[in-house]
């Protein structure tokens, strides 16, 4: 059974950095792409980023690219999102999902952790 469980979560001020993680676990972690997605209170899910099993080959929203920088750690079946130059527009709920591209929102995502912008 796949679980991720995201954390790094919090409330960081317009400018501020946060980095989120996904402990995986049931299943080959290194043999899936894996995804980072967010949900906006009272907007629909929003696809951010996208990483490939070997961690070779990053896909990026317009939304967040040059911002977040997306990672994984095969060996610890970790997966990462380092988040720069926050804004309130970026307050959402964040999950990881497993899959590449837009199609992760299909997928299997963890629980999420809250990212709030605010000062």
């Known amino acids: 059974e796949v679980h991720l469980v995201e954390s790094g979560g919090g409330l960081v001020q317009p400018g501020g950095s946060l980095t989120l993680s996904c402990a995986a676990s049931g299943f080959a972690f290194g043999a899936y792409s894996m995804s980072w997605v967010r949900q906006a209170p009272g907007k629909g899910p929003e696809w951010l980023s996208s990483i490939n099993g070997g961690g070779t080959s990053t896909s990026y929203a317009d939304s967040v690219g040059g911002r977040f920088t997306i990672s994984r750690d095969n060996a610890k079946k970790m997966l990462f999102l380092q988040m720069k130059r926050l804004a309130p527009y970026d307050t959402a709920e964040y999950y990881c999902?497993?899959?590449?591209?837009?199609?992760?929102?299909?997928?299997?995502w963890g629980q999420g952790t809250l990212v709030t912008v605010s000062s």
């Open positions: 999902a497993k899959g590449w591209g837009p199609r992760a929102l299909e997928g299997d």
